[in-house]
């Protein structure tokens, strides 16, 4: 947080100035920065947030009651100089125990076990200003991976033209114009087959996280930009934690509209 010292008073946050970036990638203006950005940095609220919104979208599982103990069973009792469990009827296998093949699961998961998260208002709030505080600081940004122009201010602000763009073809022109390109290079050279079980189910795939564009809803650039790899859209209306920092871990590049800045300051 850049401060000011004020005389009698305490030092006031003085609101840092960053570029706007036109379709060609120079300079055309600058912009205050709204107070937001400003947020004490909470590495610790913003952990908090994010695993609270991937513990809630956990869905409740379980099997079915009588799994494993659709079998007409009886015991042989004592005397044969074979286990007293449970055997088919129909024949010798053992069935229905946890301990045999094809028996029931000792402590199978509960349906009625919930996953849910609780979290105040007020913290999950002051965890996506943080987040976005820490977008605006280069280490931090760097700190996550990303790769970027030196010369760039952050967070990337562009002109409202950008939200007119719906090719991914001229979306990442533009994106190289700005010197960005090479942190979506990173994200694809990146991608690689999951390692363990969960290649057979339906997240064969992990992708690192590019820059995160946030423009306004509706815009035809949101559907275009999502296209290129580990890039999200989003609008501001949308925007959470989980979209500034990805895991939990802040400092996401975020590009945004003029547009998208001003709704972001005013909410």
């Known amino acids: 947080m850049v401060e000011k010292k004020v005389a009698g008073k305490k030092k006031a946050p003085v609101r840092p100035t960053v570029n706007i970036y036109g379709k060609d990638g120079k300079v055309k203006g600058k912009v205050d920065l ?22 809630n979208r956990r869905q409740r599982y379980g099997p079915n009651p009588n799994s494993g103990m659709r079998h007409a069973t009886s015991t042989w009792g004592k005397g044969r100089g074979v286990a007293r469990v449970q055997r088919l009827t129909q024949g010798r296998h053992a069935a229905e125990s946890p301990n045999n093949v094809g028996g029931r699961r000792a402590h199978p998961p509960r349906p009625e076990h919930s996953f849910e ?10 965890a996506k200003a943080s987040a976005l505080g820490a977008s605006s ?13 030196e010369k760039i201010s952050l967070p990337v602000i562009v002109v409202d033209d950008i939200e007119a763009m719906e090719k991914s073809k001229e979306i990442l022109e533009f994106l190289d114009s700005l010197g960005l390109g090479e942190d979506i290079k990173r994200a694809h050279d990146g991608i ?6 969960g290649k057979m189910r339906g ?16 815009s035809p650039v949101l559907k275009g930009a999502r296209n290129l790899p580990g890039v999200n859209t989003t609008s501001p209306e949308c925007l959470n934690t989980e979209h500034l920092a990805p895991g939990g871990d802040p400092g996401r590049l975020l590009v945004m509209t003029r547009k998208a800045l001003d709704q972001i300051g005013g909410a």
Do not use: W
Request: hydrophobic fraction near 35%; proline fraction near 6%; charge should be positive.
């Open 137 to 149: 600081v280069e280490e931090m940004v760097r700190g996550r991976g990303h790769r970027f122009d």
């Open 34 to 55: 709204p107070d937001v950005f400003n947020t004490p940095f909470r590495p610790d609220i913003i952990r908090r947030a994010v695993v609270a919104a991937q513990a």
């Open 192 to 197: 690689h087959i999951r390692a363990g079980r």
């Open 203 to 218: 997240r064969r795939y992990r992708k690192p996280r590019s820059l995160l564009l946030v423009a306004s809803q509706g």
């Open 117 to 126: 998260k609780k979290i105040n208002v007020k913290e999950r709030q002051l």
